[in-house]
């Protein structure tokens, strides 16, 4: 495909704003083979917003629409960049792929694990490239803890880890801008709509980071908590109280038999703490930033204290080991994770969609990989629900499937 690969975003809400950065940091860096021609919201002062910043950087205004179908049916573009609500991926997606078109989805990849499986039927069945747009793994911090863990080895064999991090109820709902969106900001309280709470969330990019760090997890145990249960008014006047956990505590093990621990809390007046630490043979790695170098929700976006700490004495930091790793790495694979020396994770994961549709490139986060991760972060939920441990394949399979159970009926998945 030698033409600008016609990209169309669905979906402008809050990490829609982090891809369209992405696109115009690529733009910007020369990487212009690729133009933004279609924007689509069911909110119209969202995509009219958009498409004023993308005639901006881009110097041509996308159509704006309202809903998918109308999208569909236009036949204007090369692919779609999905950053809808949980419960809309699977919808929207397949929508897409039968109609032949690419699709990045955001993660988690599905609303249960049942959807995501759908997504991930059409895409074989159809042929049709489906990327899920998990980032995490991207952020060179990540990329040299991969490194450090799997080819490096200069702490040997990794076995254990112990992850903390815990705050203060702060996670306040921002007022709607528009009165027709009240009940979107709410979508991450209401179980149907989100599947679940930040367990699937932001906790999805944890699982997708381990699963990279040491590959396939077998077993979870969990318990769950809802301390403090969020209320909120929706725009029908109904009262809505979350039913999702502000606390929860994981123990995972691995198929080399490796075993870790995650806990996590927004409900602990007073705390606010985070601690990491990864247990290799000859060392560790102990971070205690909260969102840095390998923060539980993500990592990489700030800057971390992270260290390396060998058993003669030695520490290095976070930042020592990221030289070392791009140091090991050869130009082409310079490139290829970070092309044109893009650093920020979600414009890297824009340039690899675009890639995929010009080159017919594989992406590095298909849908076995993002059914994996979602997987996990489900097994967190079937385990904390039934009160037993559960193996992955089992909740991957759907032979476990309680917690998520109402959310399918809802969305007629089972
Ligand atoms: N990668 C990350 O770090 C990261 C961070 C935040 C959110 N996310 C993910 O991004 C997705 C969106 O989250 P968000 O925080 O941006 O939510 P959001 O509510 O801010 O944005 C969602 C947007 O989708 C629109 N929308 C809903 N249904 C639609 C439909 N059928 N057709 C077209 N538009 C529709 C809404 O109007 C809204 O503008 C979620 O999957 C979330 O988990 C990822």
Redo the contacts with the bound molecule.
């Keep these: 495909m030698s033409k600008k690969v016609k990209i169309g975003m ?7 704003n ?1 891809h369209l950065e992405g696109y115009q940091m690529l733009w910007e860096k020369g990487c212009d083979h690729f133009e933004i021609v279609a924007l ?4 119209p002062a ?1 995509t009219a917003e958009f498409a004023e910043k993308v005639a901006a950087f881009q110097g041509s205004t996308p159509r704006c629409f309202s ?2 179908e109308e999208l569909i049916a236009a036949k204007v573009v090369d692919g779609v960049d999905v ?4 419960a ?2 699977h919808a ?1 997606a397949i929508r897409f792929l039968e109609a032949g078109v690419p699709v990045m989805v ?3 990849m599905g609303v249960t694990v049942r959807a995501a499986r759908r997504m991930l039927e059409t895409a074989r069945r159809t042929g049709v490239l489906l990327s899920v ?1 998990e ?1 995490s793994r991207r952020g060179l911090g990540q990329r040299a803890m991969t490194w450090l863990f799997n080819e490096n080895q200069q702490l040997g064999a990794p076995h254990s880890f112990a992850i903390e991090y815990v705050t203060g109820p702060k996670l306040p709902l921002e007022a709607p801008k528009e009165p027709e ?1 009240v009940d ?2 709410n ?1 991450r309280m209401d179980k149907l709509q989100a599947g679940g709470g930040w367990t699937y ?1 932001g906790g999805v ?1 944890l699982m997708d980071s381990l699963m990279v760090y040491f590959g396939p997890v077998e077993t979870v145990y969990a318990q769950q908590r809802a301390f403090a249960p969020d209320t909120t008014l929706l725009k029908d006047g109904r009262r809505l109280v979350s039913e999702r956990e502000d606390l929860c505590l994981a123990t995972f093990t691995f198929r080399n038999g490796m075993v870790g621990t995650w806990n996590w809390s927004y409900a602990l007046p007073g705390a606010d703490f985070c601690r990491v630490a990864f247990y290799c043979e000859r060392g560790y790695v102990l971070d205690s930033t909260a969102g840095g170098w390998t923060h539980t929700f ?1 990592g990489g976006f700030i800057p971390s204290d992270a260290a390396v700490f060998l058993p003669d004495g030695t520490r290095k930091t976070g930042r020592d080991l990221e030289l070392e790793y791009l140091l090991d790495l050869d130009e082409a694979g310079r490139e290829r994770l970070f092309p044109h020396g893009v650093r920020r994770s ?1 414009a890297q994961e824009c340039h690899e969609f675009v890639d995929c549709i010009r080159l017919g490139r594989a992406p590095e986060v298909g849908p076995e990989e993002g059914l994996e991760g979602l997987a996990i972060a489900a097994a967190v939920y079937e385990s904390a629900h039934c009160g037993q441990a559960v193996r992955v394949e089992d909740v991957r399979e759907s032979r476990i499937d309680a917690y998520q159970r109402p959310v399918d009926q809802h969305w007629r998945l089972v």
Excluded: F, M, Y
């Design positions: 669905v979906g402008c809400g809050g990490i829609a982090a689509c919201d069911v909110v969202r809903s998918v950053c809808t609500l949980h809309d991926h929207t955001e993660k988690p747009a980032n969106a979107q900001v979508w969330d990019h993500g979600v």
